[in-house]
């Protein structure tokens, strides 16, 4: 809880306000649901709640471990290095690689 409030208040500063609902369809934070990543369980939960398919899903993230977790449950995952590539660039060359 105390991470959503910090995260909610970094937003906030940032923006001026909270747009992460303006952004997303659906927000999952770990501890109102009770699974984190890499468990499985999360993952199969969004998969299932928004009715994805696994291999047309991407799934991004800064930690191999969570990236690892979602390639065992069977995800397209991607490692994003924030300090060699931006987030537009990863999220393209994802949808180019799909073409």
Do not use: W
């Not at 995260?7 to 009770?34: C, D, M, P």
């Not at 696994?54 to 690892?68: A, G, M, N, R, W």
């Amino acid at each position: 809880m105390v991470h959503e409030k910090e995260f909610t208040r970094k937003i906030v500063s940032a923006y001026g306000k909270n747009i992460l609902e303006e952004l997303f369809e659906q927000i999952y934070y770990s501890h109102h649901i009770g699974c984190r990543k890499p468990q499985k369980e999360i993952f199969e939960l969004v998969l299932r709640e928004n009715d994805l398919a696994k291999p047309e899903t991407i799934f991004i993230d800064d930690s191999l471990q969570h990236v690892e977790g979602a390639k065992r449950v069977g995800l397209n995952a991607i490692l994003f290095r924030p300090v060699e590539n931006s987030l537009e660039a990863v999220i393209a060359a994802a949808l180019n690689s799909e073409s």
